[in-house]
């Protein structure tokens, strides 16, 4: 069921700084007929917001500020959007909390909902990672002017990893708590590859930073004035024609609940893994390419995608995640890049392709001479220099205490065998777990910290 009240609190105002959370709960899985990239400019562009040409038939679902979903469910603000979806900061009426309302395309489906519901409610019941996995609340769907939409609700989550990197300028995390959050991701994937599933998008983007508790005693009021009350645009078509009812007339930029990545405390460091989207079983499906972003993307993707990707590409792109949660930038640089280049700052990071690879790649003799040395001219960036510059120096800027010898070497140790090449040969989510800078230096800090629910109840211990 869905109610539209006959007035909606749509002209407050909100400060435009800090719209870096467009990531926080963003799907990117829009890939039909109806692609940004082939449609038509029918409205006038409207900056932070969805496309706005995917108000069509199969398409978005138009919802306004104010909206009251399921008889339940009030729209207060709006969290984020993605390819196939667009989510919304609702007050649940029923248990008077917060929660996300993740509203899918017309054309979309319940695939996410689906391995959600599987991993939430799978034994072991009692396995650490099995907390970092947002539980379903709610699942219905919404009749409109664009099809049926798959709807459902998950705990409401403050930002993204990502998301709280570019909330600072220092854009660095306490190293206790980058050690925390990089325990709960690997106890996360662990847990999910231990039943059979393949995430397939992991980065930093689609980690997410837990909410305090205290936030569901706030008043939608109270939360305006904590946070911003929506900013709403209108939305004018070009040929000056009035809007039919497959768009909504206003639209908003996502909320930003998130703080600067520096300013988390240890306790702060809660974790959820979001955006299932990209999800399968290798056991029952094949998977032939990655829609991670490039600098993420593991090379087998480009490479050599005839052979099926499988958990070790997971394991890729967890290297490429803790990576960026310990310092500064990323491993892999992504600004203006293409996918070649990636490939070459992965040559100059690990070492030569594999043999098949390096003849595969078409574009290799624009960055390396036949014997693969750098071609004359050109900046190559070591593992080394890439640690010291990314890592150590910026921690050091930040007053935050760097690796020292021994820790540099086991954690560059951890990290060089999760990028080896040939993915059969990457090591598995349990057993870097276990390895020595898990062990030695990251669990001790993580069991520092009491974690509580983070599942779904709103509460913390």
Same mark, same amino acid.
């Given at each position: 069921?869905?109610?539209?009240?006959?007035?909606?609190?749509?002209?407050?105002?909100?400060?435009?700084?800090?719209?870096?959370?467009?990531?926080?709960?963003?799907?990117?899985?829009?890939?039909?007929?109806?692609?940004?990239?082939?449609?038509?400019?029918?409205?006038?562009?409207?900056?932070?917001?969805?496309?706005?040409?995917?108000?069509?038939?199969?398409?978005?679902?138009?919802?306004?500020?104010?909206?009251?979903?399921?008889?339940?469910?009030?729209?207060?603000?709006?969290?984020?959007? /993605?390819?196939? $979806?667009?989510?919304? !900061?609702?007050?649940? @009426?029923? *248990?008077?909390?917060?929660?996300? +309302?993740?509203?899918?395309?017309?054309?979309?489906?319940?695939?996410?909902?689906?391995?959600?519901?599987?991993?939430?409610?799978?034994?072991?019941?009692?396995?650490?990672?099995?907390?970092?996995?947002?539980?379903?609340?709610?699942?219905?769907?919404?009749?409109?002017?664009?099809?049926?939409?798959?709807?459902?609700?998950?705990?409401?989550?403050?930002?993204?990893?990502?998301?709280?990197?570019?909330?600072?300028?220092?854009?660095?995390?306490?190293?206790?708590?980058?050690?925390?959050?990089?325990?709960?991701?690997?106890?996360?994937?662990?847990?999910?590859?231990?039943?059979?599933?393949?995430?397939?998008?992991?980065?930093?983007?689609?980690?997410?930073?837990?909410?305090?508790?205290?936030? /569901?005693?706030? $008043?939608?009021?109270? !939360?305006?004035?904590? @946070?911003? *009350?929506?900013?709403?645009?209108? +939305?004018?078509?070009?040929?000056?024609?009035?809007?039919?009812?497959?768009?909504?007339?206003?639209?908003?930029?996502?909320?930003?609940?998130?703080?600067?990545?520096?300013?988390?405390?240890?306790?702060?460091?809660?974790?959820?893994?979001?955006?299932?989207?990209?999800?399968?079983?290798?056991?029952?499906?094949?998977?032939?390419?990655?829609?991670?972003?490039?600098?993420?993307?593991?090379?087998?993707?480009?490479?050599?995608?005839?052979?099926?990707?499988?958990?070790?590409?997971?394991?890729?792109?967890?290297?490429?995640?803790?990576?960026?949660?310990?310092?500064?930038?990323?491993?892999?640089?992504?600004?203006?890049?293409?996918?070649?280049?990636?490939?070459?700052?992965?040559?100059?990071?690990?070492?030569?392709?594999?043999?098949?690879?390096?003849?595969?790649?078409?574009?290799?003799?624009?960055?390396?001479?036949?014997?693969?040395?750098?071609?004359?001219?050109?900046?190559?960036?070591?593992?080394?220099?890439?640690?010291?510059?990314?890592?150590?120096?910026?921690?050091?800027?930040?007053?935050?205490?760097?690796?020292?010898?021994?820790?540099?070497?086991?954690?560059?140790?951890?990290?060089?065998?999760?990028?080896?090449?040939?993915?059969?040969?990457?090591?598995?989510?349990?057993?870097?777990?276990?390895?020595?800078?898990?062990?030695?230096?990251?669990?001790?800090?993580?069991?520092?910290?009491?974690?509580?629910?983070?599942?779904?109840?709103?509460?913390?211990?």
């Amino acid at each position: 069921m869905f109610i539209r009240p006959t007035s909606s609190p749509c002209s407050w105002k909100i400060p435009l700084g800090g719209l870096a959370c467009k990531s926080f709960t963003a799907s990117r899985d829009f890939s039909s007929s109806a692609d940004s990239s082939t449609l038509s400019f029918k409205y006038v562009p409207i900056e932070g917001v969805e496309r706005l040409e995917k108000y069509q038939p199969g398409g978005y679902h138009p919802i306004l500020i104010g909206d009251i979903l399921q008889s339940r469910y009030r729209v207060a603000h709006k969290l984020g959007y /993605g390819a196939y $979806s667009t989510t919304w !900061l609702c007050r649940d @009426y029923q *248990s008077n909390t917060y929660v996300a +309302v993740k509203v899918g395309t017309a054309d979309s489906n319940d695939r996410e909902v689906d391995i959600l519901d599987y991993l939430s409610y799978s034994s072991p019941l009692d396995h650490p990672g099995r907390a970092m996995i947002p539980s379903i609340k709610d699942r219905f769907v919404l009749h409109g002017p664009n099809g049926t939409h798959p709807c459902h609700v998950t705990t409401l989550a403050r930002c993204s990893v990502s998301g709280a990197k570019d909330g600072s300028y220092k854009r660095i995390f306490q190293a206790m708590t980058a050690h925390s959050l990089i325990v709960q991701l690997l106890l996360a994937v662990e847990y999910i590859h231990g039943k059979g599933v393949v995430h397939g998008d992991l980065h930093t983007g689609n980690i997410l930073l837990c909410l305090p508790a205290n936030l /569901g005693q706030l $008043s939608i009021e109270e !939360l305006y004035e904590k @946070y911003g *009350s929506p900013a709403s645009e209108p +939305v004018i078509r070009f040929d000056g024609q009035p809007l039919d009812s497959s768009i909504p007339s206003t639209v908003i930029p996502p909320i930003w609940l998130g703080k600067a990545s520096e300013e988390f405390s240890l306790p702060e460091s809660r974790i959820l893994i979001s955006d299932f989207g990209e999800a399968y079983r290798p056991s029952t499906e094949y998977r032939y390419s990655s829609h991670a972003p490039i600098s993420f993307m593991p090379p087998e993707a480009r490479l050599e995608p005839e052979r099926g990707l499988s958990f070790s590409a997971d394991i890729w792109t967890l290297a490429c995640s803790i990576w960026i949660i310990l310092g500064q930038r990323p491993l892999f640089e992504d600004i203006l890049a293409t996918p070649d280049d990636i490939i070459a700052e992965q040559v100059d990071t690990r070492g030569n392709l594999p043999l098949r690879w390096w003849e595969k790649w078409a574009a290799r003799h624009e960055y390396f001479d036949e014997s693969g040395k750098p071609n004359q001219g050109r900046q190559v960036r070591p593992w080394e220099d890439r640690f010291e510059k990314h890592i150590q120096l910026p921690r050091q800027q930040a007053g935050i205490p760097g690796f020292d010898a021994e820790g540099k070497a086991a954690v560059m140790n951890m990290l060089r065998s999760m990028l080896t090449f040939e993915p059969e040969n990457r090591p598995t989510a349990q057993s870097i777990v276990q390895c020595e800078w898990m062990e030695r230096w990251a669990v001790p800090d993580f069991n520092k910290t009491h974690f509580g629910e983070c599942r779904g109840r709103g509460q913390f211990s």
